[in-house]
C-alpha cells in the first residue's frame, strides 16, 4: 500500500499522542472529610479540583485518538498496489530519421502488451491506437526525443494508479537530430530505467545536386544561390508565382522553396501594419539587413525575425513540402554575395523538416537516455494532485462515527458526575 500524502500520517500520529498525553492531565475532586469547625462552613457547592497525573476516562481517551487516526489516514489517502502488475509505455519513431516504418511496427507488435500504451512522435507526440499499427504512419518531420519523453511521462501518471510499476520502451534510429538540450532534463523526469530498442536509420542522399532556380537573368538572389556548394536533395526555387507544376513537383517528395521577388509574385495575406526590421535568424544563420516585412506567414517556422514573427514557414505537401520565404531582399544590394547569405541559403534550402543529422547518438548519450536501475516505480508517477483514494470517503465516515460515539460517552460520563 502506498500513500498519496504520506506527511498526513505523522500529523495524525502527533495528534494521537497528544490526545493520549492530555488524559493523563486528570481533574478530580478532592475527597470530602469531617472537620470540627464544619459548622462555620457555609452551606456552598464545593467546586474545588486537584490535579493529578492518572489516566481517566479511558473509552473517550479511545475514540478520540481513533477518530484523529481515521482523519489522518483518509488525508493520506491510502493507495493500494496494483498486485505486482507491469505496464509498459511504447514510443515509436515515425520520423524521417526512420528507414523502415514496417520495421518501427514489427518492433511494436513484440513489446507492446495488452493494456499498455502506444505513443507515435516524430517532432511531436501523441497517443496512437493499440489495436493497429496502421496507426505509426511515416513522416517527414525531424523527430524529437524530447517531445517523446514528455508524452511518456504523461502516460505513466495514467497508468499508475492501476500498476506498480511502468516500463518505458523507445523504438527509434536514436540519431544525432533527435535529441536537443533539454532531451536529458526531460529524461531526468522518468524515475526509472528505459529499454532502447534500435532500428536502421534512413540513409542520407549522397548523390549531390545542384539547385534549381526560376527567376528573372538579373535576379540578385538567384546569383547568390548559384554560389552554393551542391545540395543533398533536389530543391527547385521559384522566384515568381507558383504553377502547378511546381505544386506537383512538391508531392514527389521534392522541397520547393517559394520565394518571391516582389509583392506581386506571392498571393499571401499581408500584415495588418507592415513595417521593416533589421534581421532574420534561422537555426545558427543571420542575416542582417534593412527587411520589408510585407506578408503574414502561416506554417511551421522555419526562419524568424528579430522579434521572432515567422520569415519563413514550411507546410507538407504530399511526399515533399513547399517552403515559403517571406524575405525581400533589395536587388542593388551585394547581401546575396556575403558569406552570412550562403550560409542562411544552405538552412533555407535544407530537406523538408530541416538539416539532417543522421549519425547515430554516442554510447554515452544512449547510456544516459537508458539510465540503470528498476522499472519506474507508479508511486513516483503518481499524480497526488489528481488522484483519490477510494478508502477515503469510508475512512472520514468512520471518523465521524467515532465523534458521534465520543459525544454520547461524554454526555453520559456528566450526567452520572
Known amino acids: 500500500m502506498t500513500w498519496l500524502i504520506p506527511t498526513a500520517l505523522t500529523v495524525a500520529a502527533v495528534g494521537a499522542i497528544a490526545t493520549i498525553a492530555l488524559h493523563f492531565i486528570a481533574r478530580s475532586r ?15 457547592a464545593i467546586h474545588a479540583r486537584t490535579r ?9 481517551m479511545l475514540l478520540r485518538v481513533a477518530a484523529v487516526l481515521l482523519i489522518g489516514f483518509a488525508v493520506a489517502g491510502p493507495l493500494f498496489a496494483g498486485n505486482g502488475k507491469v505496464s509498459r509505455i511504447v514510443l515509436a519513431d515515425r520520423s524521417r530519421a526512420v528507414a523502415s516504418i514496417d520495421a518501427i511496427r514489427d518492433s511494436v507488435r513484440a513489446y507492446l502488451r495488452p493494456g499498455g500504451e502506444l505513443i507515435a512522435f516524430d517532432s511531436s ?3 496512437a491506437r493499440t489495436t493497429t499499427m496502421d496507426s505509426i504512419i511515416a513522416t517527414k518531420e525531424r523527430g524529437s526525443l524530447s517531445a517523446a519523453i514528455s508524452a511518456a511521462v504523461r502516460g505513466g501518471v495514467r497508468a499508475a494508479p492501476n500498476a506498480d510499476s511502468i516500463e518505458l520502451v523507445i523504438v527509434s534510429p536514436l540519431t544525432r537530430e533527435e535529441i536537443d538540450a533539454a532531451t536529458l532534463k526531460i529524461r531526468a523526469a522518468w524515475p526509472g530505467r528505459i529499454r532502447l530498442v534500435h532500428v536502421a536509420a534512413s540513409e542520407v542522399a549522397a548523390k ?43 508531392r514527389a517528395g521534392n522541397v520547393l522553396v517559394h520565394w518571391p521577388a516582389a509583392d506581386a509574385d506571392a498571393d499571401w495575406p499581408h500584415r495588418a501594419s507592415i513595417d521593416a526590421i533589421g534581421g532574420v535568424t534561422v537555426g545558427k544563420a543571420t542575416l542582417v539587413g534593412r527587411f520589408p516585412r510585407l506578408w503574414a506567414l502561416s506554417g511551421r517556422a522555419v526562419a524568424r525575425w528579430a522579434d521572432g514573427e515567422p520569415a519563413a514557414v514550411e507546410q507538407p505537401a504530399g511526399a515533399g513540402c513547399i517552403r515559403h520565404v517571406g524575405i525581400l531582399i533589395d536587388e542593388s544590394s551585394d547581401l546575396p554575395l556575403r558569406e552570412s547569405f550562403r550560409s542562411f541559403a544552405n538552412e533555407m ?4 523538416g530541416g538539416s539532417r543529422a543522421a549519425s547515430p547518438l554516442d554510447s554515452a548519450t544512449v547510456a544516459a537516455i537508458a539510465g540503470a536501475g528498476p522499472l519506474a516505480s507508479s508511486s513516483r508517477l503518481r499524480d497526488t494532485t489528481t488522484a483519490t483514494s477510494r478508502l477515503m470517503p469510508w475512512l472520514l465516515l468512520a471518523a465521524a462515527l467515532a465523534l458521534i460515539a465520543e459525544l454520547s460517552v461524554r454526555r453520559s460520563a456528566s450526567r452520572f458526575a
Open 125 to 127: 507526440a501523441s497517443l
Open 52 to 60: 493529578s497525573l492518572a489516566l481517566t476516562d479511558v473509552l473517550l
Open 208 to 250: 549531390p545536386t545542384r539547385v534549381d532556380v526560376r527567376s528573372d537573368a538579373n535576379d540578385g538572389v538567384a546569383a547568390g544561390l548559384s554560389l552554393l556548394p551542391a545540395l543533398i536533395a533536389p530543391v527547385r526555387v521559384v522566384r515568381g508565382r507558383l504553377t502547378a507544376d511546381d505544386s506537383a513537383w512538391a
Open 30 to 44: 478532592p475527597i470530602a472529610e469531617p472537620l470540627p469547625t464544619a459548622r462555620f462552613i457555609p452551606d456552598r
Open 349 to 352: 534550402l535544407a530537406p523538408c
